[in-house]
């Protein structure tokens, strides 16, 4: 998502004068474009994330919207009261772009991966978590966030193109949608391509993807499909703790929508201590593919 | 003499509240002092050391941005007057701050803003020396001087006490001028509580904006003008109780008639 990111910086920064980019001395291969041409705008912090993030409340405050880039646990850990205190109590139109949250970094190990930055990150007040699944999702992700103007966080992993045409501009977007559903399957983030892959010849099955945390929009096509189905089953790289399938227990406490059947597959740590490619880790948690036909054919 | 008038409104006003962090408002009240005297009225003074709010407040009440009956708040629920200084609702608190370490940064940010925005303003941020040991003091310092943000004057509240000791038997003079020099600031040292001196030392900043970020490192006493509270780090946690307080307000006679 990386690429696309970046030329829609390139857009954004063409049409508004006032935003700054910061990032923590990365952006290798991906933001050259924009540190040459907007170069006035465009900052290298350094490596050092709890200024990186102080400053850009400061330029906030003066009037310059800012995007703070890091790779996703250096962005939201590190900076986790700078976050809280500069930004979101003010209300500040600071996003904290973190890039390979979840397993995204694979290989590189657990000091990359960001497996709890949406439970940090989503309680704070003003924040809203973007989380796109596909590569298509980042563009309508940061309209949102430039338009909404407050304190935003936005995950970037490996995203795959949309399967088919999908209403793109949907909180939670319809990716299957089925006449008979037993099932409702609701993912976040690219880990939905497993689900897609999964459902593959299924037809009783729907699927939904969930772009925000907190939970900004419930639509009457979730919400039928689970009135329908009473039968939820959650898939985020994401510890359990925090992250979607707890919001949207409220959330269906709340609607009153009445579950024969619950059940959330998360990121589940580093259960065999060993390490591997996001697949790898997806694998060890119970969020490939497998798992989840495995799940299907019992359930 | 506003040295002597805003130092007993500030006993009264903890005195009043029975509350500490007395030491640490009157290490810096002249430092705010001057400040404010030589600040334009769009420019901001970032009150990164936020357990001095008292100091601030009594501030923004003789400026007349907290009027008198607010003041009398302080400390008590439902009030805007919080310990440390609170989000949102006065034009010089534009920050939240007292949690150390987070007020350099953020006027760092605001200085970038106006090398931006080519506006000439100036933004202060004052710190106390504890507070230098936080980390991210020295990844703004670096910032500020990279970045040339000579529109950014850091003021240092050094008073040589800090939480639970003194700066030197805890991690040393952190805000030692030599640190600050090599980093490449335009480093002054100052008397912190003589008036004149500061005011020459901000107008010096102002002048000689060449390039380089400014600190000057205001040497001060902690409770400074109470004789029994200077140099005392109880004086930084104590609330004052009736005896004590009368004997604060002679001693301010005593130093500030003298």
């Known amino acids: ?299 | 003499m506003k040295q002597l008038e805003l130092r007993r409104k500030l006993l009264k006003l903890y005195f009043d509240a029975k509350c500490g962090h007395i030491a640490c408002s009157l290490s810096c009240l002249d430092l705010l002092i001057a400040l404010f005297g030589q600040k334009k009225e769009d420019e901001r003074v970032i009150l990164s050391k936020g357990h001095a709010a008292g100091a601030l407040y009594v501030m923004l009440n003789h400026i007349g941005e907290i009027s008198d009956n607010m003041l009398t708040t302080f400390y008590q629920n439902g009030t805007k007057l919080s310990a440390h200084p609170s989000a949102n609702s006065f034009t010089n608190i534009p920050f939240a701050l007292g949690s150390l370490g987070h007020g350099f940064p953020i006027a760092s940010g605001m200085a970038k803003a106006k090398k931006i925005n080519r506006d000439s303003d100036f933004v202060y941020v004052l710190m106390s020396d504890g507070e230098t040991n936080e980390g991210t003091t020295w990844e703004a310092a670096h910032f500020a001087v990279a970045n040339r943000l000579d529109n950014l004057i850091v003021i240092i509240d050094r008073n040589r006490l800090q939480g639970f000791g003194g700066t030197d038997s805890v991690l040393g003079d952190t805000a030692a001028a030599e640190k600050w020099q090599a980093i490449g600031f335009n480093v002054q040292e100052v008397d912190g509580h003589d008036l004149k001196a500061l005011e020459k030392s901000i107008q010096r900043c102002k002048q000689e904006n060449l390039g380089s970020p400014h600190v000057i490192i205001a040497n001060t006493i902690k409770g400074k003008g109470v004789d029994y509270m200077e140099n005392k780090m109880e004086w930084h946690y104590l609330p004052m109780n009736e005896e004590q307080y009368e004997n604060a307000m002679l001693s301010l006679e005593k130093v500030y008639y003298a």
Not at chain 1, 25 to 32: H, K, R, T, V
Not at chain 1, 164 to 185: D, M, Y
Request: glycine share 8%; hydrophobic share 40%.
């Open chain 1, 1 to 299: 998502m990386r690429k696309e990111f970046a030329a829609k910086i390139g857009q954004l920064f063409e049409s508004d004068d006032k935003l700054v980019f910061l990032t923590g001395d990365l952006g290798y291969n991906a933001l050259e474009e924009i540190q040459s041409k907007y170069s006035d705008r465009f900052i290298n912090a350094g490596v050092a994330e709890q200024n990186m993030v102080g400053l850009a409340s400061g330029l906030a405050y003066e009037g310059h919207p800012s995007f703070v880039y890091s790779i996703a646990p250096f962005a939201v850990y590190r900076t986790l009261e700078q976050i809280r205190l500069d930004v979101c109590i003010h209300n500040h139109a600071v996003c904290i772009v973190g890039n390979g949250g979840g397993y995204g970094y694979g290989i590189m190990g657990a000091t990359h991966h960001a497996n709890e930055d949406l439970a940090c990150l989503s309680p704070l007040p003003n924040m809203v978590c973007w989380v796109p699944a596909f590569s298509e999702d980042v563009e309508y992700c940061l309209d949102q966030i430039v338009t909404r103007k407050g304190p935003a966080y936005l995950r970037l992993g490996l995203g795959v193109s949309y399967p088919q045409p999908v209403k793109i501009g949907l909180i939670n977007q319809v990716i299957k949608s089925t006449k008979k559903p037993r099932l409702t399957i609701i993912t976040q983030g690219p880990v939905v391509k497993n689900a897609i892959k999964a459902l593959e010849g299924v037809e009783d099955v729907d699927l939904f993807s969930m772009l925000t945390l907190p939970i900004l929009d419930f639509t009457p096509e979730l919400k039928n499909s689970i009135e329908s189905t009473q039968n939820v089953l959650v898939i985020e790289e994401h510890t359990e703790r925090g992250g979607l399938a707890e919001h949207l227990l409220m959330r269906l406490t709340r609607e009153k929508l009445r579950l024969n059947q619950f059940e959330a597959f998360n990121a589940k740590g580093y259960p065999s201590k060993t390490y591997g490619s996001q697949d790898f880790h997806w694998k060890e948690s119970g969020l490939d593919v497998e798992s989840i036909q495995n799940y299907l054919a019992n359930n």
